[in-house]
């Protein structure tokens, strides 16, 4: 079978290196499934859970909080803003952040505060950022 080599960094580290059989993203355009021998590409990515498939078949899961993918024949290169495999992912610190931007959403639409004071923007990435940690963490949200 044949692999490519995929290397995922983020600012303060390197997180994965090493040849994999297929990468599946979601781009800012879709979700992407990259093979060995893929046409030249670069695309920006969004929060996601990213799934790493191995030669033997088993598959991983990594959460990304956006950032750059560039895709040559022979390697993938994995720019993240943050990246995380699940072992690394304090599970109760990603539950309270997802209460929190959760909590700040709805105030922000039930008008409870003043608009102004909340960044809703902000907000939906970090709710976005907090869900993907605990889905690579195994958790199911509503």
């Known amino acids: 079978m044949s692999t490519i080599n ?5 600012p303060d580290k390197k ?17 992407l499934g ?8 670069v695309a920006g990515m969004i929060p996601h859970v990213m799934r790493i498939r191995q030669e033997d078949g088993s598959e ?9 993918v560039e895709v040559t024949p022979e ?7 943050a990246a995380e495999v699940p072992e690394e992912i304090d599970e109760l610190r990603a539950e309270q952040s997802y209460k929190r931007a959760k909590d700040r959403i709805e105030k922000f639409h039930q008008g409870g505060v003043e608009k102004e004071s ?3 923007k902000r907000a939906e990435l970090a709710l976005q950022r907090a869900k993907v940690r605990l889905l690579v963490k195994g958790k199911k949200l509503d």
Request: hydrophobic letters at 55%.
């Open 60 to 68: 991983s899961l990594m959460a990304v909080a956006g950032g750059f």
């Open 75 to 81: 390697k993938i290169a994995v720019l993240a803003s």
């Open 34 to 41: 990259i093979l060995p021998k893929h046409a030249p590409l």
């Open 6 to 10: 995929l290397e995922v960094v983020s």
């Open 15 to 31: 997180v994965f290196s090493g040849d994999i059989s297929m990468l599946i993203f979601r781009s800012t355009d879709g979700e």
């Open 118 to 120: 909340i960044d809703i």
